[in-house]
């Protein structure tokens, strides 16, 4: 008996020393081997959902699949037998362990009690179990994604290159899918689907091609993809989904990224501020798109409920995301839209919050908050929310009124007096940051197509799936202004003392917006010779502040001008600050300080 004891005693000894001898080699194995087996799935799900492949490609792309499948199951077994600390790993990876847990269940009613799910014998990969399984591959190579952030730390990669990177990256992988055969009913340029993907990564929604005609439904799913990444950005994704589904560390400067990526100012809340900003991005969409499914439902202009779900989903992402696409050329004039104030309220409320921003959301309608501000009167609003809503609601009010009364007689003639406002408050509010419109914009007068691209320009409020030069840049370049003329040399607001160096940034930001619109305009000029300035303008203004307004031009341009846009679509959704800091070295500021100088200005 103590003999027995003794060796087993012994025996477990043993297994722990093997595994803290072998754990970190077998981790790594086992990471490089998930690398390319996921990858490799990838790619066959890709090759099959874009090319017209043989039967028995399909059938090597099921076992591909599956073998894929039985590897992970393997892998989790393995990290959990050479895991020191095994009911920690469990809890790491309970998403994970769900997963195995379904498949495990599956392969044994199968092979075990024949029960046959029609999951192994078919070849169709549209039935719900390969659908899941891809979206699991999805999960994965996210997941891994993340895990590159011990490289950036190596690398030394700044957070404004990590930005480029990833909308760059987002943006090829975009524009390969597009291209693909089934991905189009008639085929597709590579400059059109590089201008499309641009457009969705960087949720501008400015088209060259019909985006309901050119693109079948898994072309306009990608579409739809990628104004989702594009809206939240990737980085926040792959986050997400490290540090909620598999409970990942994320490293310190993967959290000095993400931070300012997101424009927070502590450190400890990064993780938090993702998790909150991907789930009620997800509430409020799955709300849109149930309050626009019920709606279309009674009206009965689609077929069936599956292309309802579809439509309801797509344009709920692309209005909260302020992407701007739609599925019919002329956007919801076509829709049942126009013309009844429930689905126009609905898709008004997603454009308007998602143009305020995750932080004023967060601010504003958190239970956390509200119940501090209920509790504690001297809490209120943080001073950013304060100026993003009267921003905003301020610019909403005077412009609706503007454009009220400019297209009274002209594009809302017509109408009763209640509908005329109401549709007024409606083009405003979505074209200052999405390229929705009820109206014509070709018959518009000169005028409100004026406004229409100062509110573009202004855009939506920082951290916001918006452009433009932001609301809260605006308001601080006004306070300067009225500093400067009522001759106060300290800008004041409630209470609140704002410092020059944020002026500073706001005119450069200005300043630079300005050129590049400048700029753009000039070299689209040169290239297409026979666009009017205004139109060029109001396209270049739209691309660059990522609205996606449009008057349907670009369609007509050539590849040169079509390239420029693609440029201001790009620069404008990363930022014009962004992309300085990205190509410029920082240098130390020396310690003297020289003399003085002064010139006459203005």
């Not at 209920?374 to 950013?384: E, S």
């Not at 590849?559 to 800091?581: C, E, Q, S, V």
């Not at 020289?594 to 200005?601: F, H, L, N, R, S």
Request: aromatic letters at 14%; one cysteine or more.
């Amino acid at each position: 008996m103590w003999f027995n004891k003794s060796h087993k005693e012994y025996t477990h000894s043993k297994l722990k020393i093997h595994i803290a001898m072998h754990k970190e080699k077998v981790y790594r194995i086992l990471q490089v081997l998930s690398l390319i087996v996921s990858l490799t799935t990838i790619a066959c799900i890709i090759c099959y959902h874009g090319f017209y492949i043989s039967t028995h490609l399909k059938n090597v792309f099921r076992w591909v699949i599956f073998g894929s499948l039985f590897f992970y199951v393997v892998k989790y077994f393995l990290m959990l037998f050479y895991s020191l600390h095994r009911i920690e790993y469990l809890k790491r990876s309970w998403f994970e362990g769900i997963i195995i847990a379904l498949l495990i269940l599956q392969f044994v009613s199968y092979f075990v009690f024949n029960f046959d799910l029609r999951m192994i014998s078919s070849i169709n990969f549209e039935n719900y179990y390969l659908l899941f399984i891809q979206f699991y591959f999805l999960i994965i190579v996210l997941i891994e994604f993340t895990k590159v952030s011990g490289l950036m730390g190596r690398h030394k990669i700044s957070p404004p290159v990590l930005m480029l990177l990833s909308f760059a990256i987002l943006i090829v992988v975009g524009t390969i899918l597009l291209s693909m055969p089934r991905m189009t009913t008639n085929g597709i340029s590579f400059i059109d689907a590089l201008f499309t993907a641009t457009s969705a990564s960087c949720i501008t929604g400015l088209t060259t091609v019909s985006t309901g005609l050119t693109f079948t439904m898994k072309g306009q799913f990608v579409i739809m993809v990628l104004v989702q990444l594009g809206g939240m950005s990737i980085l926040s994704f792959a986050t997400f989904f490290s540090t909620f589904l598999s409970k990942s560390y994320v490293g310190l400067r993967y959290q000095y990224m993400v931070r300012d990526i997101m424009n927070t100012d502590q450190l400890a809340d990064t993780v938090s501020l993702v998790r909150s900003i991907v789930l009620t991005t997800f509430t409020i969409e799955l709300v849109g798109a149930a309050l626009l499914f019920i709606y279309w439902k009674t009206t009965g202009i689609f077929h069936s409920d599956g292309q309802n779900l579809f439509y309801s989903l797509f344009y709920a992402i692309s209005a909260f995301n302020n992407g701007g696409f739609v599925l019919v050329d002329k956007s919801l004039l076509e829709m049942g839209v126009s013309d009844t104030y429930f689905p126009q309220i609905v898709m008004m409320s997603l454009v308007f919050l998602g143009g305020i921003g995750f932080l004023t959301i967060r601010d504003f309608f958190s239970g956390r908050y509200i119940r501090q501000r209920n509790k504690y009167k001297w809490k209120k609003l943080m001073p950013q929310t304060q100026v993003v809503l009267v921003t905003t609601l301020g610019l909403i009010i005077v412009c609706s009124i503007l454009f009220f009364f400019l297209e009274s007689n002209n594009t809302l003639s017509g109408r009763g007096i209640f509908d005329k406002i109401f549709v007024s408050i409606f083009q405003i509010v979505t074209c200052r940051t999405s390229g929705f419109t009820v109206l014509d914009i070709n018959s518009m007068h000169l005028s409100s197509v004026m406004i229409i691209v100062v509110l573009m320009f202004i855009g939506g409020a920082p951290g916001s799936t918006g452009g433009g030069i932001k609301t809260t840049t605006l308001f601080v370049l006004a306070k300067s202004m009225q500093a400067t003329v009522m001759g106060k040399k300290r800008l004041e607001y409630n209470h609140r003392t704002i410092p020059f160096s944020m002026v500073d940034r706001a005119s450069t930001i200005v300043t630079m917006s300005l050129i590049f619109i400048f700029v753009s305009c000039f070299l689209i000029s040169v290239v297409q010779p026979d666009v009017p300035l205004l139109e060029a303008l109001f396209e270049t203004t739209s691309g660059f502040t990522t609205c996606g307004l449009s008057t349907g031009a670009p369609a007509t341009w050539n590849w040169a001008a079509k390239l420029i846009l693609i440029f201001d679509m790009y620069i404008g959704r990363i930022g014009t600050l962004t992309i300085a800091f990205a190509l410029t070295k920082q240098k130390k500021e020396s310690q003297h300080e020289y003399p003085d100088m002064y010139i006459m200005v203005g």
